[in-house]
């Protein structure tokens, strides 16, 4: 394997488990008065971090522990996404104050939960690398950096919409998280296909 291929296959990675990210990202936006750039940055930092230390943590522990947390991971990331979607969808029926949306909830009790659901599946990505010729610290910066930047473009994206529509905001928000819990619970379960 080149190096060029290698660094493509890597990108291509980073892309693919980046997504999950964006999506949260989108819907984290809809729900916010005003993004900041310190809440860009958060964001890009909570997810990114994450992005790049699921996959470098499973690539230490390699095949060690990977089977348990293969087997109950999609059911870790539906729960949490679904609480986490369900309180949007639940604060924006009881909230209407108009100060309670300028906090867009960027601190560590509202981002770790959504960085650590987005960012499971990747520990499974660091057990392949293990395996792979690869350098591990060039791959995990990349997904890094690229999760990173798709998560602040999502925040941006998702607060374009939402700054029109507050409250179905929230709600869509909501349910974004809600369904993409499903979808990963779904596709672990086998009952579909991506």
Known sequence: MTSSTSLVGILLIALSVSMDAFAVSIGKGLTVRRVRPLDAFKTALWFGG?????????????????????????????????????????????????????????????????????????????????????????????IGVVTGTFSAAGLHIGHAFGARWQKPAQIAGGVILILIGIKVLLEHLGVIAW
């Open 50 to 142: 994450f992005q790049a230390l699921f996959p470098l943590l499973g690539y230490l522990v390699a095949d060690t522990f990977s089977g348990y947390v293969t087997a109950v991971d999609h059911w870790i990331i539906f729960g949490l996404l679904a609480l986490i979607g369900g309180n949007m969808v639940r604060e924006a029926f009881e909230e209407d104050d108009e100060n309670a949306r300028e906090t867009p909830q960027f601190d560590w009790r509202h981002m770790l939960p959504l960085a650590v659901a987005c960012s499971i599946d990747a520990f499974a990505i660091g057990v392949s690398f293990a395996f792979m010729k690869v350098n591990i610290l060039w791959s995990v910066l990349i």
